[in-house]
C-alpha cells in the first residue's frame, strides 16, 4: 500500500515550456487535490476532484489545468511555465463525504523550478 | 485573503520545552480544525484534530486547546523531542456537500534542540 505517489520528484522547466506532474493513490479515494507550498504562504488548492469525472477550480487555478484521469490518477498540466510557478507541488487524497473526509493524505512533493 | 492565521513563524526550544503554536480563524463555519506536520522533502500528514464542540483534545505529547468564543485554536507539544523538529500546519475545514474545503495556515517551522 503505497498511499499517494507523484512523479516526477524534482523538474527544472524554462519559461514558456510545458509539462505534466502526476499522482497516483491506491487507497480507493474518491476526491482529490493538487495544492502548491510556497514560503510563507501555506498549502494552496489549486484544482480538486470530487469524484471521478468531474474538477473544480481552487483558490489559484491560473496557469494550471487538470485531468482525474480514473478513480486512481490525478494530474496536473503547465501549459506555459512561468517563473512564477515554481514552488513545490502536493498532491492529495481523501474519502467522500462522511467521517473519512476530514483527513486528506499527501503525496511527497514534487520541486519544480521555472527559469 | 488569509483566514487563518498562524504564529510564530518559527520556533527553537530545549529538548524536553513546551512549544506552543497559535492559530486564529475568522470564518464561524469551519467545522474542523487539524494539525498536520510535515518532515523535510515529505508530504504533510495529520497528527490530530478537533472539533469546536470541546475546548481539548490530547493524542500523546500533543494537546490542542480550543477556543471557540476567541476563534483561537493552539498546539502544545509536551517533553519536546529532537524528533519533533518538523514545519506545523494548522488548517480549517468545512463541508461544501460531500468536500471538505481546508484553508492552512502558513505554517511554524520548529526545531528541538538536543
Known amino acids: 500500500n503505497a498511499g499517494v505517489t507523484q512523479t516526477p520528484k524534482f523538474q527544472v522547466l524554462k519559461t514558456g515550456q510545458s509539462m505534466t506532474l502526476q499522482c497516483a493513490q491506491d487507497?480507493?479515494?474518491?476526491?482529490m487535490y493538487w495544492y502548491r507550498q510556497d514560503p510563507g504562504m501555506g498549502l494552496r488548492l489549486i484544482y480538486y476532484?470530487?469524484?471521478?469525472?468531474?474538477?473544480d477550480k481552487g483558490e489559484v487555478p491560473n496557469g494550471y489545468n487538470v485531468s482525474r484521469l480514473n478513480k486512481r490518477e490525478f494530474s496536473l498540466r503547465l501549459e506555459s511555465a512561468a517563473p512564477s510557478q515554481t514552488s513545490v507541488y502536493f498532491c492529495?487524497?481523501?474519502?467522500?463525504?462522511?467521517?473519512?473526509?476530514?483527513?486528506?493524505?499527501f503525496g511527497p512533493g514534487t520541486r519544480l523550478t521555472v527559469t | 485573503q488569509q483566514q487563518v492565521k498562524q504564529s510564530p513563524q518559527s520556533l527553537i526550544v530545549q529538548k524536553g520545552g513546551i512549544p506552543i503554536i497559535n492559530c486564529a480563524y475568522e470564518?464561524?463555519?469551519?467545522?474542523?480544525f487539524p494539525w498536520y506536520q510535515q518532515f523535510p522533502g515529505k508530504g504533510p500528514a495529520l497528527l490530530i484534530a478537533?472539533?469546536?464542540?470541546?475546548s481539548e483534545k490530547k493524542e500523546g505529547r500533543f494537546t490542542i486547546s480550543f477556543n471557540k468564543s476567541a476563534k483561537q485554536f493552539s498546539l502544545h507539544i509536551m517533553d519536546s523531542q529532537p524528533g519533533d523538529s518538523a514545519t506545523y500546519f494548522c488548517?480549517?475545514?468545512?463541508?461544501?456537500?460531500?468536500?471538505?474545503?481546508?484553508?492552512f495556515g502558513t505554517g511554524t517551522k520548529l526545531q528541538v534542540i538536543p
Open positions: 492529495a487524497s481523501s474519502e467522500w463525504g462522511g467521517r473519512g473526509a476530514y483527513e486528506q493524505y
Open positions: 476532484s470530487a469524484s471521478e469525472g468531474t474538477t
Open positions: 478537533i472539533r469546536p464542540d470541546v
Open positions: 488548517a480549517a475545514n468545512y463541508a461544501s456537500g460531500g468536500y471538505q474545503k481546508v484553508t
Open positions: 487507497m480507493n479515494h474518491n476526491s
Open positions: 470564518n464561524t463555519a469551519f467545522d474542523y
